[in-house]
């Protein structure tokens, strides 16, 4: 029983370039989210999902995209990378409503 | 103002010493509350949940005060293993959820 693995747990990027977070939950949960952490500011919510096969935006979607075609998986992808996206990615996941929130080990990612 | 505010410390404590954060919240309509535990380059995680009638683990004591709109956390009898940063979580579910965490409060347990 892993919880919540993120891959990969470092990536460089050049301004301009694609890429793809991946996250896997094991605990069979609804919810799955996606945060970017940043020196001096909370944990912003990208995108979040309540079940397989839906998205929803958070606080910060913009140059993000994702998928929840499985319901233990959640990708978070950035479409053309840029230095304002460098940050430390959280993936996240629980039952939902007002419950916990388990999350992943994070994927520290530099756009240069 | 912030929807969730701490002191961002750093707090610096010696071993043994008894230490209190604070962390206040915007929205009277908040339903739920945590604290979590983040440690150098780790994911958050959860140290406790916030219960209106208060409650204990172990050296660990949270309060809410909804009339004020503040949640606290108690450490007792510091140990050098609770140098971290303690994140404050407030979730304004209700019919949609909202989970906003504060920007953490830094502390050093010295020996």
């Not at chain 1, 949960?29 to 998205?55: A, C, F, K, N």
């Not at chain 2, 949940?49 to 503040?70: I, K, M, P």
């Amino acid at each position: 029983n892993a919880g919540v693995t993120q891959t990969p747990k470092f990536r460089v990027l050049k301004t301009g370039q694609s890429m793809t977070l991946l996250c896997a939950q094991d605990m069979n949960h609804e919810y799955m989210y996606w945060y970017r952490q940043d020196p001096g500011m909370g944990l912003r919510l990208i995108h979040y999902s309540v079940g397989e096969g839906t998205t929803a935006k958070g606080e910060v979607p913009d140059g993000y995209n994702v998928s929840r075609l499985k319901k233990q998986n959640f990708l978070l992808g950035l479409e053309s990378a840029a230095p304002s996206q460098t940050s430390v990615y959280f993936c996240a996941e629980g039952q939902g409503g007002t419950d916990t929130q388990y999350f992943g080990p994070g994927t520290r990612l530099t756009v240069l | 103002r912030k929807e969730v505010e701490q002191d961002p410390g750093p707090f610096n404590v010696p071993e043994g010493a008894t230490v209190a954060f604070n962390c206040t919240y915007s929205n009277s309509a908040s339903q739920s509350f945590f604290w979590y535990r983040q440690d150098c380059r780790k994911e958050p995680k959860l140290l406790m949940s916030v219960y209106s009638s208060g409650n204990e683990d172990g050296r660990f004591t949270a309060q809410l005060n909804r009339a004020s709109q503040y949640i606290s956390l108690l450490i007792r009898d510091s140990k050098l293993s609770d140098s971290a940063t303690y994140l404050c979580v407030v979730n304004q579910a209700s019919g949609t959820y909202k989970y906003i965490f504060g920007t953490g409060t830094r502390l050093k347990v010295l020996a």
